[in-house]
């Protein structure tokens, strides 16, 4: 058990491989994708870890909880969660998604059974990016 807040909460485990399955969804793809994340970095070509902050930014954004956010970073990595709420943030601008917060942990039990495909999501996206 892990304990978070006043109550205990069974920890969610890690998945034995990542979402992206070898993908390269470097941080120009990012913010390819998910344009809203620019505010959020102070640089032309942010590393890793400014796309993981511009994520948690853009979470508040999009109304998505903070305990939804640690379950998608424990449970896909952080980086990977970081690409997922760009995937999210990007459907969600075209109007594919009405509720962001229900949408990421969706991709979480996906992940958590093993059927979470993100690489093929963003090799579909990737006309959008171009």
Do not use: C
């Amino acid at each position: 058990m892990k304990k978070t807040g006043s109550r205990d909460e069974p920890a969610l485990p890690r998945a034995a491989s990542s979402p992206l399955r070898g993908s390269k969804a470097g941080t120009d793809f990012a913010l390819g994708i998910a344009p809203s994340f620019r505010q959020y970095v102070s640089s032309y070509r942010p590393r890793e870890d400014e796309i993981m902050a511009a994520a948690l930014y853009a979470n508040h954004d999009l109304g998505i909880s903070r305990h939804a956010w640690a379950q998608a970073s424990n449970v896909l990595g952080q980086y990977e969660a970081a690409v997922a709420i760009a995937v999210i943030s990007a459907r969600q601008a075209e109007g594919r998604i009405r509720s962001p917060g229900g949408y990421l942990r969706a991709m979480i039990d996906r992940q958590l059974r093993g059927e979470l495909n993100l690489d093929r999501t963003l090799y579909g996206m990737r006309g959008a990016e171009a």
